[in-house]
């Protein structure tokens, strides 16, 4: 069946509410009993916000009534839920989020009653954060340049060094072309972020997972890049896939946020635009909007842009920063032709796992931020939720 164009989301989308996190009714609820109301406010208002559903695991069978139940119960509210999908094998390569289904048959099983459990309801999926940003026994461009030439960092043993890249590969394809054979489903693959792959690798990564029968790509999930930078990259991002696609020129020479930029001065980032400026006069090919990838952003933890750790062996940067602060709030009036929607993808005051700033094993180290061992990964972090809320820009 061939993929199904969805209608963009436009300025008067609503986006969905999901229930909260128990851990956020029970803070609430301590707050109110100790007299604190205001901050009990603040996280009200926070989960009260529109945020995406999460659905990380379970049958075939149990996907589909739980995407169902969901699904229904945004279309009875007249909004539209962002659903993530985050199965995948070898997901976060057996770091704080490890898990996924087993094998690949089995995860096309699970992302068909994912997606017969929308129906012909709509719905935008974010599939797979950091399915393209960690790819099993896989080399920046295929190994095709010196740079490039051995494995990134994510080498599993009980995958097949030989096939693992291109597994991962076929698998989002099939996602993508199953997700889509429904009528008002819109589907966004991982982009990363501003800090993370280069707009060139990003690219590639995309073409390949099949962003060209997608509606776009996501960035920032789970982390804190500011939304200017984002809009930036992203904007990068798909002029690199509309020439790489539409004329001879190769993703290695889309410029980045590393080159000719400097990625830790942003007034530099100018020269980046230029170079793709120039791409397009050299190639004659035209940027047009209409046709190019879209991206959504996730503002969720962004108010603040991103932490600057102290000096600890493995700062963790993305791991339960302190003093950050939700962003802006979801929205399809973004004012950018490409950027469809800002969104909060990830769910703010639940914890990136079990920090320890590179001081000792997960689950045995104290967080030195935070005084405590962190919540494990997707568990309600109270005290991390009320600095969000309290830090929040704008404010809640």
Known sequence: MAPVAAADPDAATKFYVPKPNHGAIKQIAALRAAGQHDDANLIAAMVDTPQAAWFTRGTARTVERAVRSTAARAVAKGTVPVLVAYNIPFRDCAQFSAGGATTADEYADWVDGFAAGIGDRPAIVVLEPDGLGIIPWYKQFRGTSAEAASY??????????????????????????????????????????SAWLGSGDAAHRL?????????????NVSNYRLTEHLVKYGQWTSDCIRLATSSWWQVEWCASQYFPANPNDFSTWGLTDAAYDQ??????????????????????????????????????????????GVGPRPSADTGNPLVDAY???????ESDGECTRGLGPGGSTVDPEWGLVDPAAGRWFPEMALELAKNAVPGL
């Not at 073409?207 to 960035?219: H, K, M, S, W």
């Not at 004659?284 to 750790?309: E, L, M």
């Open 152 to 193: 990134e960092w994510c080498q599993p043993a009980d995958a097949d060094e030989a096939t693992a890249a291109d597994d991962r590969f076929a698998m989002l394809n099939d996602a993508v072309d199953r997700l889509k054979a429904q009528p008002n489903i819109r589907v966004y693959l991982d982009g990363t972020h």
């Open 207 to 219: 073409i390949q997972a099949g962003v060209a029968r997608a509606d776009g790509f996501f960035l």
């Open 279 to 324: 791409a397009f006069a050299d190639t004659g090919v035209g940027r047009d909007a209409a046709a190019q990838a879209h991206f959504v952003v996730d503002t969720s933890r962004n108010g603040r842009g991103p932490w600057t750790p102290p000096a600890y062996p493995d700062p963790q940067d993305w791991c339960n920063p302190p003093d950050r």
């Open 343 to 349: 969104l909060w993808i990830k769910i703010p005051g």
